[in-house]
């Protein structure tokens, strides 16, 4: 196990260089430079800031400086917000983005399994369709709909909740309600459908024929496997926390670093740019390693050496 | 079994043990809260009643928007639009920005509640007789939050700073009316003693103009100007905007700067008004989204705003009329005409008929719901002094006006079979986007064909820099209470900023012989004149004036309506 | 095996097919009423949609000022209300609909092109070279997503052709991921190696036995995809970089209904209700076509 751990992780270099390279040439194709105001910024000026940003040297050249800078923890000053270094910005955000999704991945786990082993043992009645018609909703609708729709209901109208900011365990309600929605629809599916399919497996017949009590059953038998399809997901899935989180951040107000993706993006703020795109690239690397290492965990047929 | 156990374990260990990280690891806040505590006990305010005890849960409701402040604490909670770009003067561009520099920092003069230009770091000041030399006297009792004094060396060095190259400083060109500037930032002169603001001595500064500019004292209110100390930029250098670096000779300090959540300032003990002070502690947030900013407010979130959704104006008028603030703002939303392309930029009765169709009330009453104001002149009004300049058919009403435009089109040899076809340009945004729909519905009925194109910001000014449009969304809101802000603009060696291509002698004469009119009335009317001749020539498409646009709650008092919209919370206090 | 029925007066009736797999999966999905009412449901709204500029509604471009953010007036056609800039709601759902549902196809048919081939190759010719290429999914599976997206989109503009291509670009991966997992499975049953012996090319083996037995899921996943490519597309339109003026579509309706949600709910219902039943049509179809053409997960 060790040495496969050992052997991804080395995999993981090749592919972060594949990003960062990746990464760096993409964004200065985009139109539109870092420095235009409607302010007409005056020439030497233009030219003053260019060379204080290391902009007036070859392209390669400000590549091989901006690997220096990340081998020694440099991420680069912010394009625009010039008091910090991306560095500052992300260690300011990050802990609080990843407090945000964890929860809301939690959260999904514990909700969308439950709806979907529910709705696999009541298949077909009516406690399916309601179950797996509340999961729906996650699909259904955008979560910068619901996030507005949920902070007029429990912030303006019963007034049970704070509109916005972050710190209180109260701000953390509706954000993260939000961001989960969708991934509980998905993962409810999902055990749905493995349940329902290990239920009508053989070993499952064989364990009720042997007079099992249904609670043995379920607990010893039937959870393990029905859960190996939505460890597979959890990649996909805190990946698709991540892209939710640009939005609802925006919409609570909340200080992580989803806001900074896009805004640095429309903002041609290269470095900030680069800097989450590293850093989002390192934490799904890191997820899929953890699934795969869980997953290996639960699933007997795969054995790591 | 047991490795079903064991991955739940684990998963769970992991889950629980960033939380619990997270949840211990709060340096910033921590690190903040050691000197508020001595702070809070050496200020001996005449109004507040807080206790030192009061300051340990303040420290975590910094944090929080939600919670009510501690008790006794008097805070002003505000709306402040983005997160700020750099909290430096020389480097910083917009009144986001300047809002909170305004706070930390005062400049030699400064902003009355109700916008009037009153002394600020300097008492008093005199003229020479040929309007070239200024002399400043600095406050005796001026001091920084460190608690030594301020002196006109810092205003030297901050001003030499602003125009140094090195710096690259967007703003510089503010500072051309000072001899010396503009070879200085230009780098065509190395030697700063050359820029003609001189330190006589601690409390004294001289500063000589270039030509007489009656307006300079107002200029120096602009965040460029804000004094800054040498000391600390060389120690600290990159950070010394952190909290615990920023020392500012203004009402408050800076406390604490949560990137993307808060800035807290509290009372500066040593300013040296600090008696009139009436509020201990300022929260600005960035509020991006408008309409959950308005959400915040009603909430009970926010005491005043940044901006106002526009439509939520319809239920604010009906509901909380008394909280709403919209009045005029020295900034102008206008169409500017690509005069570099044809058919538009030869045939000025074409100009003409594109703003004779536009109906701006209903732009600014219906499209905008009121947030805007129908504008007919290039310098809106409010200016003191200024006899604000209308297009000639400001008086017309609008069925007329379509008629003589259609007229117009006709006589150019436009029809229905040969329909006049144009693009209008306009950044991402909301509002601009209604507008130009409005603008192209209207352009319809009098048989243009208008295309709306949008652009995200820096594409959108690369196009405009590069004059790839017909006509684009563009705006200018006023550095200074002045008409020439807006004016000089247009002078045709204006460069890159006169980005419609107009170039008229005759108003170029009249605008910049006004530096050298007998008294201030001449120079007005030299202006005015100006503007008439630009207009008349038709070179862009005035739509609407600015409004100032806040939710003032009831409780916050101290907040005057001023056209520059600039509101400085040390005349402010919180019930 | 055909069988010739014979009446009482001896004459031969209509031969009686026989049943293949696919009448079989479709009888199944007959019988699903939540998938047919879906499907049915589906068919109405993307023809109403489609049709949208022949049934003599209003035009989408038509304002009326005294109409901003009004409620619905059906006496008048305003079935929607008035959005705020006082165009009809309705009529604007139903062009955005077009949009929507045209970049959610297509979209999700470029990625099930460049998806299924790419995995079907990878399990079929299997060690290195398979090795390599789920190397390159997972390296394309670490990036972002959300960051391709954008960057192409700032880089090719606002062209809509270059969104669905972007977004069907990088959706492929799962679909890859799962047409490799099935291709795997089934390249070991013995009717294929029975194929091979009887010396069928193998671009025949994987086109006329690999990929329909694929069908399975990718047909589930495909209707799983086109509601998620759609949210996609409003979601960048919500950012600012999709669908642009005078398009629209029914993210950004949705995007800007959700301003006016006080004064005008129907502004977030009129479209965003559109908009969910759609998406939950789709689901249920996929539902159905998995329960249809899998009987063991019934």
């Known amino acids: ?305 | 079994m047991k490795r079903l156990i064991a991955a739940v374990v684990v998963v769970a260990v992991v889950v629980v043990g960033f939380i619990l990280y997270q949840n211990s690891n709060k340096p910033a806040e921590q690190a903040a809260t050691a000197p508020a505590t001595t702070n809070e006990t050496t200020t001996a305010p005449a109004a507040t009643t807080e206790q030192p005890a009061a300051t340990a849960p303040a420290a975590t409701t910094t944090q929080t928007a939600a919670a009510t402040p501690a008790a006794g604490e008097k805070v002003f909670r505000r709306g402040n639009g983005a997160e700020p770009e750099t909290l430096d003067p020389a480097k910083s561009t917009g009144v986001i920005e300047s809002n909170i520099q305004y706070e930390l920092f005062e400049g030699l003069t400064s902003y009355a509640p109700n916008g009037e230009l009153v002394p600020g770091a300097a008492e008093k000041w005199e003229v020479s007789d040929d309007g070239l030399t200024y002399t400043f006297h600095l406050r005796a009792n001026g001091k920084w939050s460190n608690g030594e004094p301020v002196t006109a060396a810092d205003f030297v060095y901050a001003m030499q700073r602003l125009v140094n190259p090195e710096t690259a400083s967007d703003y510089a060109p503010i500072a051309d009316f000072i001899v010396g500037a503009e070879k200085l930032r230009k780098g065509e002169e190395k030697d700063f003693s050359k820029l003609g603001a001189v330190a006589v001595d601690d409390k004294t500064l001289k500063i000589t103009l270039v030509k007489p500019t009656p307006f300079f004292p107002a200029v120096l209110r602009h965040s460029s100007f804000l004094p800054v100390r040498k000391a600390d930029i060389e120690k600290f250098k990159q950070d010394w905007t952190k909290p615990g670096n920023l020392v500012g000779n203004g009402a408050f300090t800076l406390k604490e700067w949560v990137p993307q959540s808060q800035i807290t300032m509290v009372k500066n003990p040593n300013f040296y008004d600090a008696a009139n002070v009436k509020l201990d502690k300022l929260i600005y947030y960035p509020t991006e989204d408008l309409a959950e900013e308005f959400k915040r407010y009603r909430a009970g979130e926010l005491d005043a705003t940044y901006e106002v959704p526009s439509e939520q104006l319809k239920t604010i008028m009906e509901t909380m009329k008394d909280e709403y603030e919209g009045k005029a703002y020295l900034g102008t939303y206008y169409y500017v005409i690509n005069l570099t392309r044809e058919p538009l930029g030869k045939q000025k009765d074409l100009r003409k008929a594109l703003s004779l169709a536009v109906d701006r009330e209903a732009l600014a009453d219906q499209v905008m719901q009121g947030n805007y104001l129908p504008g007919y002149s290039w310098v809106p009004p409010g200016i003191p002094g200024y006899t604000t300049q209308t297009l000639s058919f400001k008086d017309t009403p609008q069925a007329d006006r379509v008629a003589e435009a259609k007229k117009i089109l006709e006589a150019a040899g436009y029809g229905p079979n040969n329909p006049l076809k144009l693009d209008i340009l306009y950044n991402t945004h909301e509002g601009h986007k209604k507008v130009a729909i409005a603008v192209q519905n209207m352009w319809k009925q009098v048989g243009i064909e208008a295309t709306i194109t949008n652009q995200e910001w820096q594409v959108y000014l690369d196009t405009r820099d590069n004059k790839q449009y017909d006509v684009a969304r563009a705006a200018w809101i006023a550095d200074y209470a002045d008409p020439l802000t807006f004016l000089d603009l247009f002078l045709s060696d204006a460069g890159v900023r006169n980005d419609a291509g107009y170039n008229n002698p005759e108003y170029d004469k009249l605008v910049k012989g006004s530096s050298s009119a007998a008294t201030p009335e001449e120079r007005m009317k030299m202006l005015s004149d100006a503007e008439k001749i630009f207009l008349d020539d038709e070179p862009l498409i005035p739509l609407m004036y600015y409004k100032t646009k806040h939710m003032i709650s009831k409780k916050l008092k101290g907040w005057e309506y001023n056209n520059l919209d600039f509101h400085l919370a040390r005349y402010m206090s919180v019930e | 095996m055909t069988q010739a029925e014979f009446t009482a007066t001896g004459s031969v009736v209509a031969e009686v097919k026989g049943r293949s797999l696919w009448s079989d999966a479709l009888r199944r999905f007959r019988r699903n009423k939540a998938a047919m009412a879906s499907l049915v449901l589906f068919i109405i709204i993307a023809l109403t949609c489609f049709l949208a500029p022949h049934l003599g509604l209003r035009e989408r471009e038509f304002i009326d000022y005294s109409r901003i953010l009004s409620p619905p007036d059906w006496a008048n056609g305003w079935y929607f209300g008035g959005d705020a800039n006082g165009r009809d709601l309705f009529v604007r759902t139903l062009y955005g609909g077009q949009i929507s549902l045209t970049v959610g196809f297509v979209a999700t048919f470029v990625s099930l092109i460049i998806g299924v081939s790419w995995g079907a190759t990878a399990g079929f010719l299997g060690g290195r070279i398979d090795g390599l290429m789920m190397r390159i999914v997972d390296i394309l599976y670490s990036l972002p997503f959300i960051f391709f997206v954008i960057m192409l989109t700032l880089i090719w503009g606002r062209n809509i052709l270059l969104m669905y291509a972007a977004i069907g670009a990088v959706s492929w991966l799962d679909m890859a991921r799962i047409v490799r997992g099935q291709t795997l499975s089934i390249k070991r049953k013995e009717f294929i190696e029975a194929a091979h012996a009887s010396g069928v090319s193998s671009a025949r083996i994987i086109f006329k036995h690999i990929i329909p037995n694929c069908i399975g899921p990718v047909a589930v996943y495909v209707t799983m995809t086109v509601p998620s490519v759609i949210l996609t597309e409003s979601f960048i339109s919500y950012l600012g970089m999709g669908v642009q003026e005078p398009n629209s579509s029914w993210g950004t309706l949705v995007g800007d209904g959700k301003d006016v949600m006080e004064q005008l709910p129907y502004a977030v219902l009129g479209p965003g209700g559109v908009l969910a039943v759609t998406l939950l049509c789709l689901n249920f179809i996929g539902d159905g076509l998995r329960d249809a053409l899998d009987p063991k997960d019934r």
């Open chain 1, 1 to 305: 196990m060790l040495r496969y751990i050992m052997r991804r992780l080395g995999g993981a270099i090749p592919t972060l260089l594949i990003i960062i390279t990746f990464s760096f040439f993409m964004i200065r194709l985009a139109p539109g430079g870092p420095f235009a105001r409607e302010r007409k910024v005056p020439p030497e000026v233009e030219a003053a800031l260019e060379r204080a940003y290391h902009m007036d040297e070859p392209l390669v050249q400000q590549f091989g400086r901006y690997l220096w800078g990340l081998a020694h923890g440099d991420f680069g000053p912010s394009f625009k917000y010039k008091d910090y270094t991306v560095a500052d910005l992300i260690a300011q955000g990050f802990p609080i983005s990843l407090q945000l999704g964890l929860m809301a991945i939690v959260l999904a786990l514990v909700v969308g399994m439950s709806l979907g082993i529910l709705a696999a043992f009541r298949q077909n009645s009516a406690v399916d369709y309601t179950a797996t018609g509340i999961s729906m909703i996650g699909l259904a609708v955008p979560n910068f709909v619901v996030a507005p729709v949920l902070t007029l209901v429990f912030g303006l109208i019963l007034k049970w909740l704070p509109v916005g900011g972050w710190g209180h365990p109260s701000n953390y309600v509706l954000p993260v309600i939000a961001l989960s929605l969708a991934q509980i629809a998905i993962i409810a599916r999902l055990t749905r459908a493995s349940m329902i399919e290990v239920l009508n497996t053989n070993f499952v017949r064989t364990a009720r024929a042997k007079g099992l009590p249904e609670r043995i059953t379920i607990i010893r038998h039937t959870l393990r496997p029905a859960l190996l399809p939505v460890i597979s997901y959890l990649g996909p899935g805190i990946a698709g926390i991540i892209t939710g989180s640009v939005v609802i951040e925006q919409i609570f107000g909340i200080p992580g670093i989803g806001r900074y993706f896009v805004q640095g993006s429309l903002n041609r703020d290269y470095t900030m740019v680069m800097g989450v795109t590293i850093f989002y690239g390192v934490l799904i690397i890191f997820c899929n390693l953890v699934a795969d290492i869980i997953y290996g965990l639960l699933d007997p047929k795969i054995r790591y050496d």
